[in-house]
Every structure is written in C-alpha cells, then in structure tokens.
C-alpha cells in the first residue's frame, strides 16, 4: 500500500489514515508538504513578528530607547521571528520523531508524517490568535484558548504564567490524536505511550516558558 500525505485528511480522518499510514510500504507526496508547511510557518511567524506579538517585554521599554535601539529591536524580533519560523517546525517534526522513534520504536518516516500533521494544529491556533492579540492588545499570557488567564489570578510567578499560558485546548486536541496515531502503531502498554507523550510536552512547555521568560531587551 502507498501512502499519500494529505495533511487535514489526517486530522478529519484519523481512523482511515492511521490504518492507511500503518500498511504503507511507501509514502508519496511528503517533500511537497513539507516544503509547504516550512513556508505556512515562516509567513505565519513573520507576520507576528511585524504586528510585534512576543515582544511585550521588549515593548514597554520603548519610552526609555533611543530612536536607534528601538529601531535595533524590531529588527531583531522581526529576524528572530523569521528563524524560529524555519527552526520551530524542524525541532517539532523532525527532532520530536527521533524522541518517538527511540522511545517506542516506530519507523520514524510514519513518526515524521504524524509530526507535519500535527504541525498543522499548531499553526492554526498561532494563526488564530493573530487577531485577539493585535485587536485586543494582549500578550500570550493572555491567551483565550489556554490556562494563562486564569493562572494569573492563583500566581504571581511570571515564569509559570508563561507556563499554564503554553497549555491550551488545542494542545490537549494535539496531544489526544498524537495519542491516538502512536497507540496504533506501538507495541508498547498503552500507559507507557500515554507516559512518553506527557514527559515530552512537559519539557515543550516548560522550555517553551523560559524562552518566553527571557526579556527581548537583554539583547538590544
């Protein structure tokens, strides 16, 4: 059986593609969506980067900046931006597969197909978040969609803020269809799955936290 990769076919039919994906002697179609999902991620970070979502701690600093720092600054949140567009979907598909692949021995090349699937969510709660961040004014702590608002009314610790504020509903929506595709295809208990999924999106949000931790304005 050759396997095509269709990305939303993945999401909307999870039953069909993890059968489809588990028979395949061969996968088409995969460099032509990669390239893509590489492209979707750099216009998506890109265009956060020019709105200046991220850069709150940079922000409130621009009374105090010459016109030149400042300047500096959103240059350097604008690159910024446009690397982590190019580096964040590689960590994600390719390096969070290895962990898999090592951890519960599946081939990874079905591990990477299940990561660019997945990738898909992930960009489309970055790109649904755009519009709250610019209309209403807020930073990621204040996103609707994860636990970042309710976390500030129990915690005064801004670097576990940015950490409730990585968990959001899509996240969990992520974390239960990833669940879904590995529990076919591994031999392993299914707690052992359950316990290799929860490890790894712990060390996700707690590195992402402290990068979000890190103040912009240390660099410029």
């Known amino acids: ?72 600054g959103k240059l350097l949140i604008m690159g910024g931006n446009m690397i982590v567009g190019l580096i964040y979907p590689s960590l994600y598909i390719f390096l969070a597969s290895l962990y898999f692949w090592i951890v519960a021995d599946i081939p990874y090349l079905k591990l990477v197909v299940v990561q660019m699937t997945l990738f898909c969510l992930l960009l489309l709660e970055k790109v649904l978040l755009i519009p709250f961040f610019i209309l209403l004014d807020i930073g990621n702590d204040g996103n609707p969609f994860s636990f970042g608002v309710i976390s500030q009314h129990f915690l005064s610790n801004d670097y576990f803020i940015h950490v409730f504020s990585e968990i959001s509903i899509f996240q969990f929506f992520i ?27 712990l060390a996700t949000w707690f590195g992402k936290a402290f990068l979000a931790y890190i103040h912009v304005g240390v660099f410029v």
Request: one cysteine or more.
């Open 1 to 72: 059986m050759v396997y095509q990769v269709r990305l939303l076919k993945g999401i909307f039919e999870p039953y069909r593609c993890r059968y489809q994906l588990q028979n395949a002697e061969a996968v088409t179609r995969f460099g032509s969506k990669l390239l893509l999902l590489y492209f979707l991620s750099l216009i998506v970070f890109t265009v956060a980067g020019y709105f200046g979502i991220g850069s709150e701690s940079f922000s409130k600093h621009i009374s105090t900046m010459s016109e030149t720092e400042f300047e500096t």
């Open 175 to 201: 974390i239960f269809l990833q669940y879904f595709y590995l529990k076919g295809f591994s031999e392993r208990n299914k707690y052992f799955v359950f316990l290799m999924l929860g490890l790894f999106y």
